[in-house]
């Protein structure tokens, strides 16, 4: 079992700037990638970030360059860096989690969401 708790969101103004954190406790030495999905009111969720093992990142294309994720192993946390903020960057966050285990399937973990809101 893994947990996962978010924090950092809140009320920004356009162009301003985030950041997001995840804390993991349990089975983390199972976690094989973490990543930020981010669900907006009326539409899908949608991947925002993930980082997997050795580091490797990919991006949405609706916030490369503005966003950054990252991870300290020591921490057992991950963040998400949010600069230059638009309106349409306004949704719950969730930070997930896989979980692989040889033999079995994988599992995702999901934290509870925080809000972010970017208005003026």
Do not use: H
Request: some cysteine.
């Amino acid at each position: 079992q893994v947990q996962l708790v978010e924090s950092g969101g809140g009320l920004v103004q356009p162009g301003g700037s985030l950041r997001l954190s995840c804390a993991a406790s349990g089975s983390i030495f199972s976690i094989n990638a973490m990543g930020w999905y981010r669900q907006a009111p009326g539409k899908q969720r949608e991947l925002v970030a993930a980082i997997r093992i050795g580091g490797r990142t990919n991006y949405a294309d609706s916030v490369k360059g503005r966003f950054t994720i990252s991870r300290d192993n020591a921490k057992n946390t991950m963040y998400l860096q949010m600069n230059s903020l638009k309106p349409e960057d306004t949704a719950v966050y969730y930070c997930n989690a896989v979980e692989v285990v040889p033999g079995l399937p994988e599992v995702d973990y999901w934290g509870q969401g925080t809000q972010v809101t970017v208005s003026s």
